[in-house]
Nanobody, 114 residues
Framework: QVQLVESGGGLVQPGGSLRLSCAAS????????MGWYRQAPGKQRELVAD??????NYADSVQGRFTISRDNAKNTVSLQMNSLKPEDTAVYYC?????????WGQGTQVTVSS
């Protein structure tokens, strides 16, 4: 069983920065994919970024603005979000893919507004 706890969401002005963190319990090997998804009101959940064995993958909409990182010793994954835009407003979810199963955090709200 894997449990995920996110932190770091909040309200920020356009152009600002936020850092999201996610701590995972259970056995998480580096070859398990850890990532971040988001869901805006009325839209489907979408992949933001993920990392597997050091390889990163980003949605086109965040490439160059967001950076995902991972500490395998601490079972944590973080998302540094810079140059935030109003369209980045969403609930952000931490995800782990382990043995063919998806695990999700409870979500953290990110609101970008002036």
């Amino acid at each position: 069983q894997v449990q995920l706890v996110e932190s770091g969401g909040g309200l920020v002005q356009p152009g600002g920065s936020l850092r999201l963190s996610c701590a995972a319990s259970g056995t998480i090997f580096s070859f398990y994919t850890m990532g971040w998804y988001r869901q805006a009101p009325g839209k489907q959940r979408e992949l933001v970024a993920d990392i597997t064995s050091g390889r990163t993958n980003y949605a086109d909409s965040v490439q160059g603005r967001f950076t995902i990182s991972r500490d395998n010793a601490k079972n944590t994954v973080s998302l540094q979000m810079n140059s935030l835009k109003p369209e980045d407003t969403a609930v952000y979810y931490c995800n782990v893919k382990r043995r063919g199963q998806d695990y999700w955090g409870q979500g953290t709200q990110v609101t970008v507004s002036s």
